[in-house]
Nanobody
């Protein structure tokens, strides 16, 4: 049974930091590229960051470059998103996504991040 379980979300003040984790099971994690998406109320889901299966390549949305860092630990089947200098506009539900091909992809259920004073 495939599972992606996100954790680490919560309420944080502007300028603060959070570290999201996504624990994977039920598939060969090291074969999959991993991505973090987010969706704010009334907005479309957008990709925030991605990392290749080996961890050798990463990419980021312009809105988070220099503030967010994606990483993975293939020995623990986990991907992380370190978020710093958080802004109110970062408020969203954050989703973990595992991608092997266009037709083979898994999603987590999401974790809420709220940036507010």
């Amino acid at each position: 049974q495939v599972q992606l379980v996100e954790s680490g979300g919560g309420l944080v003040q502007p300028g603060g930091s959070l570290r999201l984790s996504c624990a994977a099971s039920g598939f060969t994690f090291s074969y999959y590229d991993m991505r973090w998406y987010r969706q704010a109320p009334g907005e479309e889901r957008e990709m925030v960051a991605g990392i290749s299966s080996t961890g050798g390549s990463t990419n980021y949305a312009d809105s988070v470059k220099g503030r967010f860092t994606i990483s993975r630990d293939n020995s623990k089947n986990t991907v992380f998103l370190q978020m710093t200098s958080l802004k109110p506009e970062d408020t969203a539900v954050y989703y973990c996504n595992a991608v092997r091909t266009k037709l083979l992809s898994y999603w987590g259920q999401g974790t809420q991040v709220t940036v507010s004073s």
